[in-house]
């Protein structure tokens, strides 16, 4: 049964409820949000709130969650990548945020909580399918690199390594070849890939209102 939806004190774009026993921010916008000219801003707003309220927890002892995404932007940023894959990088641990999983809690990755899952339905309701496709399949992509490019799995972080093992272990061939003729699927390994660099502390990095702007626009067209 889908639980009562009641609107988030703090955060008023967005809704709340609970998955997997995590207190979860819900999938899609308020009622008043929707069909309205200022959907973008309202959109643009959510994501910078998300950042202000939880970006700031550890993605892992070196970064937070913001110098995360920030540096996994940036990187796709550099590499000329389009503004629907680089709002991908920002975003693509944005599961995380609505979960409120971080690197400072006892029980983190003690469970698989399915981030990529939750991020890209978030993500489906505010932007265009392909650039949520790209971030669910981000985690399912280093399994595939792990079976598929040696010595990746030993340049893995440990917590990456761990997360591996409760995302389901590295691919079989088989599974490999599948999973790399899904559409997206060159774009999750470039966000994978971003992923990877973007634990570095002390990187500088454009400020998130950089990319907040391609956010914004990316909104539009989605809705136009």
Known sequence: RKPKIVCHQELPMLNITRHAGVRLLWLTPCRSARGTANFADRVTNEVRELFEQ??????DPQVTQAEHALQSAALAEREGAGDAVIVASLLHDVGHLLLDEHCGQTDFLAQDHDHETVGSE??????????AEAVRLHVAAKRYLCATEPGYW??????????????????????AKL???QPHAEEAINIRRWDDMAKVAGVSTPPLEHFLCKVRALVSNAQA
């Open 54 to 59: 939880r970006g700031g927890s550890l993605y």
């Open 122 to 131: 978030w993500l489906q309701r505010r932007f265009e399918p392909s650039l």
């Open 154 to 175: 030993e340049a893995l972080s440990p917590a990456s390594k761990r997360s591996l093992e409760l995302q389901g272990g590295v691919f079989s061939k088989e599974e």
């Open 179 to 181: 999973w790399a003729q």
